[in-house]
């Protein structure tokens, strides 16, 4: 069901916490599967210089969101933003078609996380 990528993740995520030190704190749910994220971010310069989570949910949920951390670090916000579940998925080595929809809840997180972010500088 899983790729081998996906479970490794699930099993052991590196991206898996929450920053001492973050400037933006997003999160995002779906009602339908009982999934939600939570990231905190350190935005730097308008890069991702970092970022963690917490995941209360399915394997997909947490391998996806772990596999977007990781794509998301070191890019400026414009590019974080443009990250796809395509994307996400790919890093992955795949998502069964039943489990695709967890790859949207990391970048609906991030972008809350930037909202939250942006808040706080005005």
Known sequence: MYSPE???RFKNPKNAGKLK???GLGKAGDPDCSDVI?????????IVKN???KVYGCPGAISTTD?????AKGKTME????????????LLG???LSHMHCSKLPIE???DALKDYQNKRR
């Open 51 to 53: 970022a963690k989570f």
């Open 109 to 111: 997180a991030f972008k």
């Open 21 to 23: 030190k973050f400037n």
């Open 6 to 8: 996906a479970i490794k």
């Open 38 to 46: 939570e990231i905190s971010v350190l935005f730097e310069k308008g």
């Open 79 to 90: 590019q974080a933003l443009k990250i796809s579940q395509q994307e996400i998925s790919n």
């Open 67 to 71: 596999a977007f951390i990781d794509l």
């Open 94 to 96: 795949g998502l069964p």
